[in-house]
């Protein structure tokens, strides 16, 4: 919901609180021609934000280049303690950016929170990265002769990154970047400005020279587009929904740039009979409803074998009652984040309603006079190939079907496009090893929810959720924003 600013009551000082600015060569531009409004309350302004240009990109990219160079020549520890120092900075700011967080993005207040934090431990480990030993020595057939590995920084690199983790993203992203060597031109969603100004207003306060981390708003098909063409942009990394990252994958492809993609999911749960039914609900709900389901860890499937099933559904749809929707201020689960996902969501389960499927809980005919609230929906008795089951909805979703047995479960689990992340919920280590080897997911989750993961573990899927060469987070990273390099030294 975004849209050319017409008239509001807010007061210039506000105003000024809440706009979100590019970052170029160190300094803050732009005008605030785009209003971002509060998705829980109808009429509350949560952020004003610069439309970028093409120029804007091609300013930040040439600052960038220049700048390149000598953050590269920086002693890897001086790097790492600006991102140490700016994630410090995140962590005493961090109330207040999670409650601009709320209001731009409608989470909770406790996953805002949580998600500030992340973002400052995210710099703060990449930090101490800083000091950790990156190449290898290596024993040679020839006589004296040492052989060392080393890698080297691609140069600048670009970012596109989602709204559903707005300040996480970046930084997860933006942290190994920067300790690598690399500068950075980042493009955050336009829903969701003044998050990742906040991480690239702590960079800049902790030290990071002009130009080396760039900031560029505005819509996607225009600067993200200017930013995947640039020859300059020696790689991009990508978070968002399928179809936008096949398209830049096609653009990077074309001109050899590198190319990371971390895409959309339809994340299965496997529920055994020999699993408890309540920590098996619990477990599904984690996944299912909270961060209000905008995850693209989320579960969004969940196949059951038949002694389970009655006690399973039970114990889920009393979980689902506590997810009530509204404010991210006060409720258990925050607003969805647009009328447009909204619509998306009661759509879905509308469909999936009128071809027969049973609504156990949730609702898909509400109003949005008090925001965007989509009360979690549980749908059973629905074919396996209906749309729910087999498209990413993101939102509060979730699809409950029966399988006969394991096999059969693993097969449905298996039966999808995607495969970022797959669970299972038993008490079998047979079972659970067995999934573990043979689920086609990225991440696989025993007994805990799709969603969530640490920081130092690496993230990414297969098929169509991810590029599936790189991963992100963890030292695993720092592969993709770098190069290697063989180096013989005789004496
Ligand atoms: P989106 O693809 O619409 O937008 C993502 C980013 O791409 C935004 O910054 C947007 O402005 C930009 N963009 C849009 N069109 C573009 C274009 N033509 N060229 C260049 N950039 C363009 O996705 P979204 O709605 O912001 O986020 C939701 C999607 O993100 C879901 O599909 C979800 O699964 C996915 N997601 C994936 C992960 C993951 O790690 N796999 C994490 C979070 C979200």
């Not at 303690?81 to 700011?93: P, Q, Y």
């Not at 906040?198 to 900031?215: C, T």
């Not at 020696?234 to 399928?242: H, L, P």
Request: proline share 5%; net charge negative.
């Amino acid at each position: 919901m975004t849209s050319t600013i017409t008239d509001h009551s807010t007061n210039s000082t506000e105003r000024d609180l809440i706009t979100a600015r590019h970052l170029i060569n160190g300094e803050w531009l732009g005008g605030a021609d785009t209003e971002r409004m509060n998705p829980a309350r109808p009429g509350e302004l949560a952020a004003l934000s610069p439309s970028g240009t093409a120029a804007d990109v091609d300013a930040a990219i040439t600052a960038a280049t220049a700048a390149q160079p000598a953050w590269a020549a920086l002693p890897a520890p001086s790097r790492g303690a600006i991102l140490m120092a700016a994630g410090n900075l995140l962590l005493d700011r961090q109330a207040a950016i999670a409650e601009d967080l709320v209001r731009e993005e409608g989470k909770t207040l406790a996953e805002a929170k949580g998600e500030v934090k992340r973002a400052a431990d995210v710099l703060r480990f990449f930090g101490s990265l800083g000091w950790a030993a990156t190449g290898e020595v290596l024993p040679s057939g020839l006589p004296d002769t040492t052989i060392t590995t080393r890698r080297e920084p691609l140069g600048v690199v670009g970012l596109i990154t989602p709204w559903n983790f707005p300040i996480a993203i970046p930084a997860w992203k933006a942290a190994p970047a920067l300790i690598s060597g690399n500068a950075v031109v980042i493009k955050p969603a336009e829903l969701t400005p003044l998050s990742a100004t906040h991480l690239a207003r702590a960079l800049q306060d902790a030290g990071l020279p002009a130009g080396v981390f760039n900031v560029v708003h505005g819509k996607g098909r225009v600067v993200g587009d200017v930013l995947a063409r640039d020859p300059r942009i020696a790689g991009m990394s990508f978070t968002g929904s399928t179809n936008v990252g096949l398209g830049l994958q096609e653009i990077l492809n074309a001109r050899r740039a590198r190319v990371q993609l971390e895409m959309g999911g339809k994340n299965g749960v496997l529920v055994l009979d020999d699993a408890d039914p309540r920590k098996a609900a619990q477990v599904v709900a984690a996944g299912a409803f909270g961060l209000t389901g905008q995850a693209c860890t989320a579960t969004s499937r969940v196949y059951v074998t038949p002694g389970i099933r009655a006690a399973f559904l039970a114990a889920l749809t009393e979980e689902a009652a506590q997810y009530t929707a509204g404010d991210g201020f006060d409720a258990k689960m925050g607003a969805v984040v647009s009328s447009q996902q909204f619509e998306q969501n009661q759509a879905a389960v509308r469909t999936a309603v009128e071809r027969g499927a049973t609504l156990l809980h949730g609702e898909y005919d509400g109003g949005t006079d008090a925001g965007f609230r989509f009360p979690a929906a549980i749908l059973t008795d629905l074919p396996f190939d209906d749309a729910a089951v087999t498209e990413e909805i993101f939102g509060p979703v979730v699809a409950v079907l029966e399988v006969p047995d394991y096999e059969a479960g693993l097969a449905a689990i298996n039966d999808s496009r995607y495969g970022l992340t797959a669970g299972i919920c038993t008490d079998s280590l047979a079972f659970s090893t067995d999934f573990a080897a043979r689920a086609q997911a990225g991440v696989i989750k025993v007994n805990r929810p799709t969603a969530g993961l640490d920081l130092n573990v690496p993230f990414g899927g297969v098929k169509d959720s991810s590029t599936n060469t790189f991963r992100e987070q963890g030292k695993s990273a720092l592969d993709f924003f770098t190069w290697g390099k063989t180096v013989y030294t005789g004496v």
